[in-house]
């Protein structure tokens, strides 16, 4: 079984920071894509941004420039750093894990029970 685990969140003022993070457990061989996605009230979950095992990066263009997604292989850990956030960022956040192959050879998509972020002054 794999499982994410997510930490941090919690309300900013408008213009902070904050950061949240990621951390994948269980019965892990490989993680293709590992990300954060969001669902504001009475909208729709969308992608803030991903991030390939090889590296390679997606934002939304909501968050280009605002935010920035680091991830660590070996630990297979992702961290969200939010800067200059708006209202309109608040949301719940989800960690995803795509393409996860476990060491009994299955392939899963897996995500995080998710965290509050409340940008409000």
């Known amino acids: 079984q794999v499982q994410l685990v997510e930490s941090g969140g919690g309300l900013v003022q408008p213009g902070g920071s904050l950061s949240v993070s990621c951390a994948a457990s269980?019965?892990?061989?490989?993680?293709?894509?590992m990300g954060w996605y969001r669902q504001a009230p009475g909208k729709q979950r969308e992608l803030v941004a991903s991030?390939?095992?090889?590296?390679?990066?997606n934002y939304a263009d909501s968050v280009k420039g605002r935010f920035t997604l680091s991830r660590d292989n070996a630990k297979t850990t992702v961290d969200l750093q939010m800067n200059s956030l708006k209202p309109e960022d608040t949301a719940v956040y989800y960690c995803?894990?795509?393409?996860?192959?476990?060491?009994?050879?299955?392939?899963?998509?897996?995500w995080g029970q998710g965290t509050l972020v409340t940008v409000s002054s």
């Open positions: 269980g019965s892990i061989f490989s993680i293709n894509v």
């Open positions: 995803n894990a795509d393409g996860v192959v476990t060491t009994d050879y299955k392939y899963l998509e897996v």
């Open positions: 991030m390939t095992r090889g590296g390679r990066a």
